[in-house]
């Protein structure tokens, strides 16, 4: 044990007098840095200005006078997404995600608002984050920090001097580990704790979620450790460990995510906007309309509800039930074809699981996003909200003129004490337990990396002690 940790001690000393390590560390760190700045910066103008505008809305909206309730309802109010205090360690895809939809009777309109569009400068910054930093500039750093910690040792003849001396191939694996992978926890340690600190500044944080969050981290972190140091132990100088490790860096943090992702686009193809839009009109026509073709039938319908045989006659507002009609046949069109819509970018994140049998990379992504409530299902989870509390607003509205428009229907006007009433959309994203539901494979899919990783890493220590008898 004391020469296990002797070894560990001078590998650890030899990187910190390593110049290319520590330039590398340093510039490792104050990108982390500099993109948490970033991201708390887009992060916190984004709050201040859902607050305004939610203010503004409200505002707008009990101020807007005696009105029938129908009109109301596609005067309108906005529903706009929160973004959480994690966000700021993952952006995830909230800068191509809409932020707002808004809630008008009859019609599910699409979430708009997309950050990007803001810009004034056209860069991948929405990329630009802490996670960004984990997931490419850390895999490379530890490829440079593993490449020669075990070839470096061939090459100056110390090897054979270790091995001799008492400790065993496996034991001088572990120890090569253990030195590699305290250093890649040190700085990605030092990068995570920054990061915890801006999101707890930049509003409340489940302790719980970010402690998940950092394990994935530190899951992957320790797979990257364990490969690299396996392509030490089988390359025959630190210049050819390092060309390898490069490579596979291209291929499984650069190549595999973007191929994946061409890979589940092609396999589960969504509609353009257009073909989406024309089917939901070809569907809304297909259905009785209760103020056209169906009105008749509806109006049968009504009067039978009612015990009348004129529509005169009904102690309720025939046209207030009218529009809660078309809003019941309408729901059902787009629950249908949204429910296709969600299904098809379900089925392309099961393909893009499949990437993750080449690289780790992809799991953890879905694994990052997802706890920072930055990915695609929280992002339908606002937008199922959204709709659902638009629905209640619309039924809200129509029962008020149901009740009190019986004989004048859209001549009766409400006044400001129904739009108090009405209540702002607060959205409630994902619950943890929820979350995770969503993400055991791809945390088995992580753990079987590692597995087979640190498995790989120790049944090299029997190549190394055969090659250097």
């Given at each position: 044990?004391?020469?296990?940790?002797?070894?560990?001690?001078?590998?650890?000393?030899?990187l910190?007098?390593?110049?290319?390590?520590?330039?590398?560390?340093?510039l490792?760190?104050?990108?982390?840095?500099?993109?948490?700045?970033?991201?708390?910066?887009r992060?916190?103008?984004?709050?201040?200005?859902?607050?305004?505008?939610?203010?503004?809305?409200?505002?707008?909206?009990?101020?807007?006078?005696?009105?029938?309730?129908?009109?109301?309802?596609?005067?309108?109010?906005?529903?706009?997404?929160?973004?959480?205090?994690?966000?700021?360690?993952?952006?995830?895809?909230?800068?191509?995600?809409?932020?707002?939809?808004?809630?008008?009777a009859?019609?599910?309109?699409?979430?708009?608002?997309?950050?990007?569009?803001?810009?004034?400068?056209?860069?991948?910054s929405?990329?630009?984050?802490?996670?960004?930093?984990?997931?490419?500039?850390?895999?490379?750093?530890?490829?440079?920090?593993?490449?020669?910690?075990?070839?470096?040792?061939?090459?100056?003849?110390?090897?054979?001097?270790?091995?001799?001396?008492?400790?065993?191939?496996?034991?001088?694996?572990?120890?090569?580990?253990?030195?590699?992978?305290?250093?890649?926890?040190?700085?990605?340690?030092?990068?995570?704790?920054?990061?915890?600190?801006?999101?707890?500044?930049?509003?409340?944080?489940?302790?719980?979620?970010?402690?998940?969050?950092?394990?994935?981290?530190?899951?992957?972190?320790?797979?990257?450790?364990?490969?690299?140091?396996?392509?030490?132990?089988?390359?025959?100088?630190?210049?050819?460990?390092?060309?390898?490790?490069?490579?596979?860096?291209?291929?499984?943090?650069?190549?595999?995510?973007?191929?994946?992702?061409?890979?589940?686009?092609?396999?589960?193809?969504?509609?353009?906007?257009?073909?989406?839009?024309?089917?939901?009109?070809?569907?809304?026509?297909a259905?009785?309309?209760?103020?056209?073709?169906?009105?008749?039938?509806?109006?049968?319908?009504?009067?039978?509800?009612?015990?009348?045989?004129?529509?005169?006659?009904?102690?309720?507002?025939?046209?207030?039930?009218?529009?809660?009609?078309?809003?019941?046949?309408?729901?059902q069109?787009?629950?249908?074809?949204?429910?296709?819509?969600?299904?098809?970018?379900?089925?392309?994140?099961?393909?893009?699981?499949?990437?993750?049998?080449a690289?780790?990379?992809?799991?953890?992504?879905?694994i990052?996003?997802a706890?920072?409530?930055?990915?695609?299902?929280?992002?339908?989870?606002?937008?199922?909200?959204?709709?659902?509390?638009r629905?209640?607003v619309?039924?809200?509205?129509?029962?008020?003129?149901i009740?009190?428009?019986?004989?004048k229907?859209?001549?009766?006007?409400?006044?400001?004490?129904l739009?108090?009433?009405?209540?702002?959309?607060?959205?409630?994203?994902?619950s943890?337990?929820?979350?995770l539901?969503?993400?055991?494979?791809?945390?088995?899919?992580?753990?079987?990396?590692?597995?087979?990783?640190?498995?790989?890493?120790?049944?090299?220590?029997?190549q190394?002690s055969?090659?250097?008898?």
């Open positions: 044990m004391n020469i296990l940790a002797a070894i560990i001690a001078k590998d650890v000393r030899e910190r007098r390593d110049r290319r390590v520590v330039v590398m560390a340093l490792v760190l104050a990108l982390g840095m500099t993109a948490l700045a970033t991201s708390f910066v992060i916190s103008a984004h709050e201040a200005d859902r607050a305004a505008t939610i203010a503004a809305d409200r505002e707008t909206w009990e101020g807007q006078g005696a009105r029938n309730p129908h009109s109301a309802a596609h005067f309108s109010k906005w529903a706009f997404k929160p973004l959480t205090a994690e966000a700021v360690l993952d952006p995830g895809i909230a800068a191509y995600a809409g932020s707002a939809v808004w809630m008008e009859h019609n599910r309109n699409p979430a708009v608002a997309r950050p990007i569009d803001d810009q004034t400068v056209i860069l991948p929405g990329d630009f984050s802490l996670a960004w930093v984990l997931q490419v500039l850390m895999p490379l750093l530890v490829a440079v920090i593993a490449a020669s910690s075990v070839a470096r040792e061939r090459e100056r003849g110390t090897l054979r001097l270790m091995l001799a001396s008492g400790v065993s191939a496996a034991g001088l694996v572990r120890a090569k580990l253990a030195s590699v992978g305290a250093v890649t926890l040190l700085l990605g340690g030092a990068i995570s704790v920054i990061g915890a600190a801006a999101a707890a500044k930049a509003g409340p944080i489940d302790p719980a979620r970010l402690a998940v969050w950092l394990l994935a981290y530190g899951v992957f972190l320790a797979i990257v450790v364990a490969v690299a140091v396996a392509v030490s132990l089988r390359a025959r100088s630190s210049g050819q460990a390092l060309m390898v490790l490069a490579g596979l860096w291209l291929f499984a943090i650069i190549l595999i995510p973007r191929a994946g992702a061409s890979v589940a686009e092609y396999a589960a193809p969504a509609p353009t906007s257009e073909r989406f839009w024309a089917d939901v009109a070809a569907a809304k026509a259905y009785p309309n209760p103020f056209d073709a169906g009105m008749e039938a509806f109006g049968a319908k009504v009067m039978a509800q009612y015990g009348v045989t004129r529509l005169e006659d009904l102690p309720v507002s025939f046209g207030g039930l009218q529009l809660e009609e078309d809003e019941r046949l309408g729901n069109v787009y629950d249908a074809q949204f429910g296709a819509l969600f299904g098809v970018y379900e089925r392309q994140r099961g393909w893009l699981r499949w990437a993750s049998l690289s780790p990379l992809p799991a953890l992504q879905n990052s996003m706890l920072s409530g930055t990915d695609m299902p929280h992002q339908i989870a606002f937008q199922q909200q959204a709709e659902a509390r629905r209640a619309v039924t809200q509205l129509n029962t008020d003129l009740k009190n428009g019986a004989g229907d859209f001549d009766y006007l409400a006044g400001p004490q739009w108090a009433e009405v209540e702002d959309f607060a959205f409630a994203p994902p943890l337990g929820a979350t539901a969503g993400l055991w494979r791809e945390a088995l899919i992580l753990l079987g990396w590692l597995a087979v990783a640190v498995m790989v890493a120790l049944r090299s220590a029997r190394l055969g090659s250097e008898q």
